[in-house]
């Protein structure tokens, strides 16, 4: 019996204390990319959710040379996902012995990597329909749609409502 060679490792990082909103901020861009243009990319981008997201793809990518003998070279991130975790909840003392709630996120994050030099028949195939899909206009989209630049002074004052 033949055994299929997985060709995705991941890495996840629970209980990250911070909200999954600025995590996707970061997450978005980084997905679809390769290991090394990441690494580059978290280096430079200048917020606080880039370092435990850093962090992740190193782990996911050492997951991958040590459980299946991938070269970082070959690893693209193929599915990075960030999901609310559970909210840490606090009272703050405040004037005239009131208190205040503090609710404190925090997110999950995931990394999925792929390594695309162990299947790079299937990658053929599916390169090949991303290309046929993101050439086409979505069905959402107007047939029919029109640049209308709109100026305020030339426009004979739009903005001048009362």
Avoid at 51 to 79: C, D, Q, R, T, W
Wanted: net charge positive; proline share 3%.
């Amino acid at each position: 019996m033949l055994k299929k060679r997985t060709t995705e490792v991941y890495a996840l990082g629970q209980h990250i204390s911070m909200s999954a909103h600025k995590a996707r901020r970061v997450i978005d861009q980084i997905r679809g990319r390769s290991y090394e243009e990441t690494l580059m990319i978290l280096e430079l981008m200048p917020y606080r959710a880039c370092y435990p997201i850093f962090k992740l793809v190193y782990s996911a990518a050492a997951n991958a040379s040590y459980n299946m003998g991938s070269n970082e070279a070959n690893l693209v991130i193929s599915k990075a996902e960030v999901n609310e975790g559970t909210t840490v909840k606090r009272l703050k003392p405040r004037a005239r012995g009131r208190s205040y709630p503090i609710k404190k996120s925090t997110c999950h994050i995931t990394i999925v990597m792929k390594d695309i030099s162990l299947n790079e028949n299937e990658l053929d195939e599916f390169s090949d329909i991303d290309y046929i899909a993101w050439s086409q206009k979505p069905k959402w989209k107007k047939k029919y749609t029109a640049m209308a630049y709109h100026d305020m002074y030339s426009n004979g004052g739009a903005w001048d409502k009362k």
